[in-house]
T-cell receptor, first 113, second 114 residues
Framework: NAGVTQTPKFQVLKTGQSMTLQCAQD?????MYWYRQDPGMGLRLIYY???????DKGEVPNGYNVSRLNKREFSLRLESAAPSQTSVYFC????????????FGPGTRLTVL | AQSVTQLDSQVPVFEEAPVELRCNYS??????LFWYVQYPNQGLQLLLK??????LVKGINGFEAEFNKSQTSFHLRKPSVHISDTAEYFC????????????FGAGTRLFVKA
């Protein structure tokens, strides 16, 4: 039981390049989330998917797109990376009711030069 | 909209001493409250959560927190810390009826010294 997995672990991009961060969970959870973590700012929600086939914007969606490929997988895409997107990105999942625990992946450390 | 304030960005403490990490929240409706811990180079994991009922919540690794509705606080405590408790701790809140949105505080870095 791997829980939540993320790839890659580290990535360096140049300004304007694109990339996709991958996330998968094996807990049969309905809801999945993408956060970014910046020093002194905690975690901020980028996008979430309450269930397969739905996605919604979080606090900081600009510059990102997401795809809920199936129940297990939720990807985050940066179409044209900017230095302001340098951050640590976490994927999380939970079952489908309020107040539920979120389970986090190990994170992707992204640097945009 | 809800918000969370963690009152201390860093808390240094000696091993075996007690510790309290402070968290205040703001919301116009009832809330669920969480404490997560992040060890170096890892993702977050749940320490404890308050959903309803008893205001004193016990979690893993000897931590506990008390929900105080009148003071809108959810402070985390441990009577005796270990070196292995060195980590960053995040308080989080989500609103009842607010769907899946959870707001995290900025984090408190607990540093336990020998």
């Amino acid at each position: 039981n791997a829980g939540v997995t993320q790839t890659p672990k580290f990535q360096v991009l140049k300004t304007g390049q694109s990339m996709t961060l991958q996330c998968a969970q094996d807990m049969n959870h309905n809801s999945m989330y993408w956060y970014r973590q910046d020093p002194g700012m905690g975690l901020r929600l980028i996008y979430y998917s309450a269930s397969e086939g739905t996605t919604d914007k979080g606090e900081v969606p600009n510059g990102y797109n997401v795809s809920r490929l199936n129940k297990r997988e939720f990807s985050l895409r940066l179409e044209s990376a900017a230095p302001s997107q340098t951050s640590v990105y976490f994927c999380a999942s939970s079952r489908d009711y309020e107040g539920d625990t979120q389970y986090f992946g190990p994170g992707t450390r992204l640097t945009v030069l | 909209a809800q918000s969370v304030t963690q009152l201390d960005s860093q808390v240094p403490v000696f091993e075996e001493a007690p510790v309290e990490l402070r968290c205040n929240y703001s919301s116009s409706v009832s809330v669920y409250l969480f404490w997560y811990v992040q060890y170096p180079n890892q993702g977050l994991q749940l320490l404890l959560k308050y959903l309803s009922g008893s205001t004193l919540v016990k979690g893993i690794n000897g931590f506990e927190a008390e929900f105080n509705k009148s003071q809108t606080s959810f402070h985390l405590r441990k009577p005796s810390v270990h070196i292995s408790d060195t980590a960053e701790y995040f308080c989080a809140v989500s609103e009842r009826g607010g769907g899946f949105k959870t707001i995290f505080g900025a984090g408190t870095r607990l540093f336990v010294k020998a």
